[in-house]
C-alpha cells in the first residue's frame, strides 16, 4: 500500500514535516483523510492561538513528489468574502494539475481523479451557497462548467 506524508505548510513557508507517514489505497482516499480531519485540526489551531487559515496540508508522496495540497481556507472559512471561484484543471498525459483562482491546489495522474476532487469542492461551495466554476483544459481546448448554484448569483459578479 502507497505511503503518504502529510505536511503542515504556513503561508510564510515554514513547513512542518510528517516523518512517519500514514497508508492508503490511493491518492484519492487520502485526500479524502484529511478533508475529514481538517476540522479536527482547525481545533488544534485554534487552542494555541493560530489562525488555520494561514496554513495548509501538502500530501506527499513516496517519491518526495506533492500530490495535492488542501489550504484550510478552502474548507473552513464560510465567512471568506470571496463567493465565487474558478476552478482550473489543466494537464495532459503527463498528469493533471488543479488551481483554485490561480493558487495550485493539487495534481494527479489522472483526469478522473482530479474532477473528482474539483467537485468535491464545488459541492462544499455550493452547500454554503457560494458559486463555483469550473475550467479543464487540455491540449484539445477547454472546457467550461458552472456549479448548480452559479444561476443564482447576483448579475454582474466578478468571477475572481
Known amino acids: 500500500m502507497p505511503r503518504f506524508y502529510l505536511h503542515i505548510r504556513c503561508k510564510d513557508g515554514r513547513i512542518g514535516y510528517d516523518e512517519s507517514g500514514l497508508d492508503y489505497p490511493d491518492a484519492e482516499t487520502?485526500?479524502?483523510a484529511v478533508v475529514r480531519s481538517?476540522?479536527?485540526l482547525k481545533l488544534v489551531f485554534e487552542s494555541h492561538g493560530y489562525d488555520a487559515r494561514n496554513y495548509a496540508i501538502e500530501v506527499e508522496d513516496e517519491l518526495g513528489e506533492i500530490v495535492f495540497r488542501l489550504p484550510f481556507s478552502e474548507l473552513l472559512a464560510p465567512s471568506w468574502p470571496q463567493t465565487h471561484a474558478?476552478?482550473?484543471?489543466?494537464g495532459g498525459h503527463l498528469g493533471w494539475l488543479i488551481y483554485r483562482d490561480d493558487e495550485f491546489v493539487g495534481g494527479f495522474a489522472k483526469r478522473s481523479s482530479a474532477e473528482t476532487l474539483v467537485w468535491e469542492m464545488v459541492e462544499t461551495r455550493c452547500a454554503e451557497r457560494k458559486a463555483s466554476q469550473v475550467l479543464i483544459e487540455d491540449e484539445f481546448g477547454c472546457e467550461k462548467h458552472l456549479c448548480r448554484c452559479f444561476k443564482e448569483a447576483s448579475p454582474g459578479t466578478p468571477l475572481s
Not at 86 to 90: D, L
Open 38 to 40: 481538517a476540522q479536527t
Open 30 to 32: 487520502a485526500w479524502s
Open 86 to 90: 474558478t476552478y482550473k484543471i489543466v
